[in-house]
């Protein structure tokens, strides 16, 4: 791939701003337009079982549009809208039918498990053709299970795997059963499909039944899908390295090569970034200025998914560190980082004991942090039902009275 020579030259702060602005933290958001213009201004929100302060995607519009109800959140991704033109005069028996029920997202595989905008169904089949095509599984399909699936599914309506036949065999987590194990290979497929949650458990229902017919059949050939996905992580990232923008939907590196150049975005070059970049044209036109949003991220937050990224824009080292033995952990279980004036001034590790969050520990950048981390950390507590806010361990132990003293005075 021959890459067009840059025609502007990004400072590393302004890279920074046009980072926060794409993603949502610079600016003043869309109230409008809500949890859903969230998702699809970023393109896709990560999913994970995780739940400490509330699970990943409800952090995610919290995070950019302040204390919005969490039942609110869930009802924007999953509600599904019936549509009628029926008009106050009509009587009944004149009134249209009303069209069947319309999902605003579904979920699939992009940076992991995510919900997507649910236009965006289209722009996946390259992902779903490369399922169909693979050889090897770590789950083998049971003889019969596949096509048992897609019977009960066509006769029953939408159901959770513990309505097909159960989830796992035994009780390790990986143990499927084979309806698990057939339901999540025509998920993958795009045989099945998930646009609702229950109680954590995914809902499978028929694609032919849940995604609107003008996107079901517009099948687009690899090209197309990937064009289009390079094209909205950068728009999403407002500019990003060539790694930036493959991570973003887990794309492969030769994939963007085959697409960057007639993708709608420019090359840029960044200030100490070392490696040549991409911006979305309208990300260029005007300066980002505006309020800066002061939040705790969730891990799974898009702002700083790629590590060598967020080391690059922020010079912030974020690593999730639930996986990780206890005993070797630096930051604790869920530690959240704490944005503030653009930039990233420490961390947070919450915990929850009845209408109380814990800060169980906390890394501040200096004292200058304090006063930031005492407002997402009210702000958090207000949100999640909690009446107070307990600081336990602080990494620089000079810094723990201030924040205690700032988190009091902060308090409803």
């Not at 959140?73 to 106050?88: C, H, K």
């Not at 029953?156 to 339901?183: F, I």
């Not at 975005?265 to 044209?281: I, Q």
């Amino acid at each position: 791939m021959t890459t067009p020579r840059p025609t502007t030259e990004l400072t590393t702060d302004e890279a920074r701003r046009i980072a926060l602005r794409a993603q949502g933290f610079l600016g003043t958001p869309d109230r409008r337009s809500g949890v859903r213009g969230i998702l699809r201004h970023l393109g896709a929100v990560q999913l994970d079982t995780i739940s400490v302060l509330a699970r990943s995607h409800e952090l995610i519009p919290y995070a950019r549009l302040g204390a919005v109800g969490r039942k609110t959140v869930e009802n924007a991704y999953w509600t599904t809208a019936a549509t009628a033109s029926r008009t106050p005069t009509d009587t009944p028996a004149q009134a249209p039918a009303t069209t069947p029920a319309l999902p605003h997202a579904f979920e699939y595989w992009s940076h992991a498990a995510c919900i997507l905008p649910i236009e965006e169904w289209p722009h996946f089949a390259f992902r779903r053709r490369a399922y169909r095509n693979r050889p090897h599984w770590n789950h083998d399909l049971p003889d019969g299970a596949y096509t048992q699936v897609i019977k009960q599914l066509r006769a029953e309506g939408p159901l959770t795997a513990t309505e097909l036949g159960g989830a796992k065999r035994t009780s390790e987590w990986w143990d499927w059963s084979g309806a698990k194990v057939a339901v999540e290979r025509a998920l993958m497929y795009g045989e099945v499909v998930c646009v609702e949650r229950r109680g954590w458990k995914r809902v499978y229902d028929l694609a032919e039944r849940a995604i609107p017919e003008t996107l079901l059949h517009d099948e687009l050939d690899d090209t197309e899908c990937l064009r289009r996905l390079v094209r909205l992580a950068g728009q999403s990232l407002g500019v990003g390295t060539r790694a930036d923008i493959a991570d973003y939907h887990r794309l492969k590196g030769e994939q963007v090569d085959a697409v960057i150049t007639d993708s709608g975005l420019v090359p840029v070059t960044v200030e100490g970034w070392g490696k040549p970049a991409w911006a979305d044209p309208a990300a260029l036109e005007t300066p980002p200025r505006g309020r800066h949003r002061t939040t705790l991220l969730s891990p799974f937050d898009s702002l700083i998914w790629e590590r060598a990224r967020t080391e690059r824009i922020f010079g912030f080292t974020h690593r999730l560190e639930a996986y990780v033995p206890k005993q070797k952990r630096v930051h604790g279980y869920f530690a959240m980082p704490v944005l503030a004036g653009g930039r990233l001034v420490g961390r947070v590790d919450p915990a929850r004991e009845g209408r109380t969050l814990v800060a169980k520990q906390v890394t501040l950048d200096g004292p200058k942090a304090v006063p930031a981390v005492a407002q997402a950390l009210v702000e958090a507590a207000t949100w999640v039902d909690c009446t107070d806010v307990r600081v336990e361990r602080v990494d620089a132990p000079g810094l723990r009275e201030p924040l205690v003293k700032e988190v009091s005075r902060r308090a409803p």
